[in-house]
């Protein structure tokens, strides 16, 4: 019995090993065209979650250095039960009209218009618009460590980027975990809770090549 075992734990690792060889060397994903990094004005509508999205200011506009959209959350809406960790930004948020609820770490905080919040980088938190109305806010994501943004860009890997390409593959509250495992792990921007980032990406570093075989990637080009 344990030389099969060991026979299949082979097999294993060396499939694990040509197809990240075959993933990330030899056919690597490709980065988008310049064109596709996200500008002021980007709309993303997500069903998922009853929210839509756009874009004020973005990192290729700011030098890496801000990123801020328009939420328009229609009541009921957020991703309250989808918390999330960003390990390398701070997000702020300001509610201009209505009246949402919002769980950082654990404690709850309901803020109405004119109040903003500031979820600190490692902070799990999830929001839902509890106003029974639709509600406003202005959500601001700034790195919380320096980055060559000018490289990230160009692999395009800056955290609008993530959302657009979360948003091509189904929409947050829509795709599978594997779908969000793969685009998280590429753009190390947001991640679940329950375990360390640093597992999720090594989780990714195995699952993207056979991923990938099943049609599930971590850049999607425009439709059309």
């Known amino acids: ?50 929210s839509k999205f756009v874009y004020r200011r973005t990192s290729i506009e700011t030098r890496g ?17 989808l918390p999330h960790v960003h390990p390398r930004m701070r997000e702020t948020f300001e509610v201009v ?25 490692g902070a799990v938190h999830a929001f839902q618009n509890v106003s029974g109305r639709p509600v406003y806010m202005i959500s601001r994501f700034e ?5 060559p943004w000018e490289e990230l860009a160009r692999k395009g890997l800056l955290p609008d980027s993530a959302f657009v390409q979360i948003e091509r593959a189904g929409g947050l509250g829509s795709v599978g975990a594997i779908q969000m ?14 375990l360390p980032p640093w597992v999720w990406d090594a989780l990714a570093l ?6 990938r075989a099943f049609g599930v990637r971590s850049y999607y080009p425009p439709p059309g």
């Open 206 to 211: 195995v699952v993207a090549p056979t991923a």
């Open 1 to 50: 019995m344990w030389r099969w075992i060991a026979i299949g734990a082979a097999s294993l690792a060396g499939y694990l090993l040509a197809s990240c060889v075959l993933h990330y060397l030899v056919f690597p994903e490709s980065a988008p065209d310049p064109a596709d990094l996200p500008r002021s004005g980007t709309v993303l509508v997500n069903e998922g979650i009853r």
């Open 97 to 121: 009209d209505g009246e949402m609820r919002f769980v950082v770490d654990g404690h709850e905080h309901i803020l109405a218009a004119g109040s903003t919040l500031t979820a600190e980088p």
């Open 65 to 81: 250095q801000l990123f801020e959209w328009d939420n328009f959350v229609e009541p009921g809406g957020g991703p309250i039960d």
């Open 181 to 194: 495992l793969v685009i998280g792990a590429r753009f190390e921007q947001g991640y679940p809770p329950v």
């Open 143 to 147: 790195p919380a460590r320096e980055d």
